[in-house]
């Protein structure tokens, strides 16, 4: 015996495909709004570990230098750095990657935190930014001053043509300070 019910398709509760999160363009993604902040939120947090990586590649010339693994709030449990830096004789070196940005509030944050915990002789702390196409800029924030000081950039983005020429100007701003090696490329 059939049952008369069981070609018609019906629900209790409708709903648009978007409100569900269901693909509705073919696209193979979620065209909600949750699912669309959802996926650009995936995208920059790759675009975070790409850079993350990259900033280690070009440490690794000057320290035995180490990604810190993030927790489920995407921070190091101390919320330190992204990367971190050893190397015998050197100041341990706390690396902190922004990409496309290093705001006010950023610096403040930094600042804070730093308060008794850097002092440049046993520990440095940096601000990596990497802009999308453009290159990398390299600050070492000044315990003292709490000011933030670039002290590279470069015009590209790839960490092979980095590397070496950043090693070369950090080796210079520990022997020489931070000041000299600023003061030579603005007379430049």
Request: charged share 35%; aromatic share 10%.
């Amino acid at each position: 015996m059939s049952d008369s019910n069981s070609d018609r398709t019906t629900t209790d509760n409708p709903s648009s495909d978007a409100d569900e999160g269901v693909d509705t363009d073919g696209s193979g993604e979620n065209d909600s709004e949750e699912g669309g902040a959802a996926h650009a939120a995936a995208e920059a947090h790759e675009k975070g570990d790409r850079h993350e990586r990259q900033a280690r590649q070009i440490a690794t010339r000057a320290y035995r230098a180490e990604r810190v693994k993030a927790n489920y709030a995407n921070h190091d449990p101390f919320r330190l750095a992204d990367v971190i830096g050893i190397q015998k004789d050197q100041p341990v070196l706390f690396i902190q990657v922004k990409t496309n940005r290093f705001t006010a509030d950023d610096k403040s944050h930094y600042r804070t935190w730093s308060r008794g915990k850097i002092d440049n002789e046993h520990t440095i702390f940096e601000v990596w930014v990497r802009y999308e196409r453009k290159g990398w800029e390299m600050y070492r924030l000044d315990p003292e001053t709490g000011e933030y000081t670039m002290y590279f950039k470069t015009g590209t983005c790839n960490p092979s043509n980095v590397r070496d020429e950043w090693g070369e100007t950090f080796h210079r701003t520990l022997e020489e300070g931070i000041n000299a090696v600023v003061g030579d490329s603005n007379d430049e």
